[in-house]
């Protein structure tokens, strides 16, 4: 079987359009959205899965891909940290904090791309996610930002694009959407 694997972008928590903080409807729906797409990957073939660890949307996928691996209590579910910086998490939250090193912890790689912050550096780190990824799994709702941007970026290299925010889940963006049409990498 060929090696397919997937990473994750998406929005922080003060981008998304409900807080990730309260239980509530849509957090609900979101979440299971996210669930069935990250449990339905392995069915395609994918058991690598690439997270940037920020807070928000990369933090809860790669909680899903740990609950996947519990689930089917196997080891051939890879869940590999992307950092972009050593200090990525000084200035989390507490609870995002503790979230992100329970990640870390049980991640099966962390892969530190730089020692210290430098302008640039989380698209650096969105590019090696997608540049090694064969599909992009993602919130995006039309916001300009780092999602657009690896969004962008990802389908030039021809990535597959798999969307959990309101377009609902499996459907993909067709290259022609107008959201992508603004920015140019």
Do not use: H
Not at 25 to 38: A, H, T
């Amino acid at each position: 079987m060929q090696d397919i694997s997937c990473c994750f972008t998406g929005y922080r928590p003060e981008k998304f359009p409900f807080s990730l903080e309260e239980d509530s409807d849509k957090m609900n729906i979101f979440e299971n959205k996210l669930y069935n797409v990250v449990f339905s990957l392995p069915v395609e073939g994918v058991f690598r899965f690439y997270c940037g660890m920020a807070e928000g949307f990369d933090i809860i996928a790669a909680e899903a891909v740990l609950t996947l691996r519990e689930a089917i209590k196997t080891s051939s579910v890879e869940l590999i940290a992307v950092i972009p910086f050593k200090a990525q998490a000084a200035g989390f939250s507490e609870s995002w904090k503790a979230r992100y090193d329970k990640i870390i912890e049980a991640a099966d790689k962390v892969i530190v791309l730089s020692d210290k912050y430098f302008s640039g550096c989380y698209a650096k780190r969105n590019y090696y996610m997608v540049d090694n990824s064969n599909i992009v799994l993602t919130y995006f709702d039309g916001k300009a930002g780092g999602t657009r941007s690896t969004i962008n970026y990802a389908l030039k290299k021809g990535k597959k694009i798999i969307n959990v925010a309101e377009y609902g889940v499996g459907e993909y963006f067709p290259e022609e959407n107008s959201y992508f049409i603004e920015e140019q990498i």
